[in-house]
């Protein structure tokens, strides 16, 4: 994605890069102004020369590192940053100040300008690092809301159920009655009935060799069952007693 342009950003560039160049410029050629009292074929020392270049330099690294940094949030960063940070600034200025100055006087500029003019070269490189933080903090504002992305969430894919069959009714099963063995008088009296068909109860019982209320009882289970003949079970004949 393309940046944001900000306008006066490249402005900026270019007044740190003037000012630092003539500061530099300015410290080197100080170098070169002879001392009262110098010979002719005075030259300066080259650890001289070195140093004039390092007070501008270590103005404008001091106040990128000020302005650019981000430094953390707490009392003790604050303290250490401009306790830290703003005597080398101080210090770095004060000298660069002082030979641009000194270099101005000894071209014969008068007094006002010679002693307003270097705060123009440094308060250049000075306002140009402000406006370039100024500038990045406005881009950094300016990309974030593009940045941002906004999460959609993903549409959730509703489970396919697949139909159940109905269910079937259980088959109540009808317990299978027991056939109990049929006993021993009831065979008799069965089989006695068989042979002697229209015969009374008292009569199948005595030749089958049970009771009557037994042959009676089997009799009419027999009849119920369809075991016995289809006739109907003989009434017991009754007994006529003569007074």
């Given at each position: 994605?393309?940046?944001?342009?900000?306008?006066?950003?490249?402005?900026a560039y270019i007044g740190a890069a003037l000012?630092?160049?003539?500061?530099?410029?300015?410290?080197?050629?100080?170098?070169?102004?002879?001392?009262?009292?110098?010979?002719?074929?005075?030259?300066?020392?080259?650890?001289?020369v070195v140093g004039s270049v390092f007070w501008?330099?270590?103005?404008?690294?001091?106040?990128?590192?000020?302005?650019?940094?981000?430094?953390?949030?707490?009392?003790?960063?604050?303290?250490?940053?401009?306790?830290?940070?703003?005597?080398?600034?101080?210090?770095?200025?004060?000298?660069?100040?002082?030979?641009?100055?000194?270099?101005?006087?000894?071209?014969?500029?008068?007094?006002?300008?010679?002693?307003?003019?270097?705060?123009?070269?440094?308060?250049?490189?000075?306002?140009?690092?402000?406006?370039?933080?100024?500038?990045?903090?406005?881009?950094?504002?300016?990309?974030?809301?593009?940045?941002?992305?906004?999460?959609?969430?993903?549409?959730?894919?509703?489970?396919?159920?697949?139909?159940?069959?109905?269910?079937?009714?259980?088959?109540?099963?009808?317990?299978?009655?027991?056939?109990?063995?049929r006993p021993a008088s009831a065979e008799k009296?069965?089989?006695?009935?068989?042979?002697?068909?229209?015969?009374?109860?008292?009569?199948?019982?005595?030749?089958?060799?049970?009771?009557?209320?037994?042959?009676?009882?089997?009799?009419?289970?027999?009849?119920?069952?369809?075991?016995?003949?289809?006739?109907?079970?003989?009434?017991?004949?009754?007994?006529?007693?003569?007074?």
């Amino acid at each position: 994605m393309r940046k944001p342009t900000i306008s006066g950003r490249g402005w900026a560039y270019i007044g740190a890069a003037l000012g630092g160049t003539v500061s530099i410029a300015a410290n080197v050629a100080h170098s070169y102004v002879p001392p009262a009292g110098a010979p002719a074929d005075w030259s300066p020392p080259t650890g001289a020369v070195v140093g004039s270049v390092f007070w501008p330099v270590a103005l404008f690294v001091a106040t990128e590192i000020l302005a650019r940094v981000a430094w953390p949030v707490g009392r003790r960063w604050t303290a250490l940053r401009f306790l830290g940070l703003l005597p080398v600034a101080l210090v770095a200025a004060i000298v660069s100040y002082k030979h641009g100055s000194g270099l101005l006087r000894f071209y014969g500029e008068d007094f006002l300008t010679a002693h307003l003019g270097p705060l123009a070269v440094d308060g250049l490189m000075v306002m140009a690092s402000a406006a370039l933080l100024a500038t990045a903090h406005r881009a950094t504002a300016l990309a974030a809301p593009a940045a941002e992305v906004v999460a959609v969430p993903e549409p959730v894919a509703e489970p396919v159920i697949a139909e159940q069959p109905a269910p079937v009714p259980a088959v109540k099963k009808t317990p299978a009655k027991r056939v109990m063995p049929r006993p021993a008088s009831a065979e008799k009296v069965a089989k006695v009935a068989a042979k002697m068909p229209g015969a009374s109860a008292a009569q199948i019982a005595a030749k089958a060799g049970v009771s009557a209320s037994t042959a009676r009882r089997h009799l009419a289970a027999l009849s119920a069952t369809d075991a016995s003949p289809s006739a109907p079970v003989p009434a017991e004949t009754p007994t006529l007693t003569v007074a």
